[in-house]
């Protein structure tokens, strides 16, 4: 996955430097990503929230997506999307 967002030049420093390691978001209705699929389609889409899916629905999801090879110990993010 490619994720590509914009940052202000003195938090890109400190991830640089390795003194800051996470990124926080906040998606306020005008974000959006473009997902590809094996086909080389692309479509632009428009986020409207993400949150960490709890462990009964990454149950789900990796039952109902058995075709994927999910990592056990990372969580699922679930992105909810429409078309623009």
């Known amino acids: ?3 590509k967002a ?4 003195k938090y890109l420093d400190a991830i640089i430097a390795g003194k800051k390691t ?3 978001r906040q998606f306020a209705g005008d974000d959006k990503m473009i997902v590809t699929d094996e086909n080389g389609r692309e479509v632009e889409l428009k986020i ?3 949150h ?3 462990d009964e629905m990454a149950s789900a999801i990796r039952r109902e997506n058995a075709d994927i090879r999910w990592n056990e110990v990372e969580p699922i993010m679930v992105i909810k999307v429409s078309p623009l």
């Open 1 to 3: 996955m490619l994720l």
């Open 6 to 9: 914009k940052i202000k030049a």
């Open 48 to 50: 409207n929230s993400v």
């Open 52 to 54: 960490e899916a709890s």
């Open 22 to 24: 996470m990124e926080f």
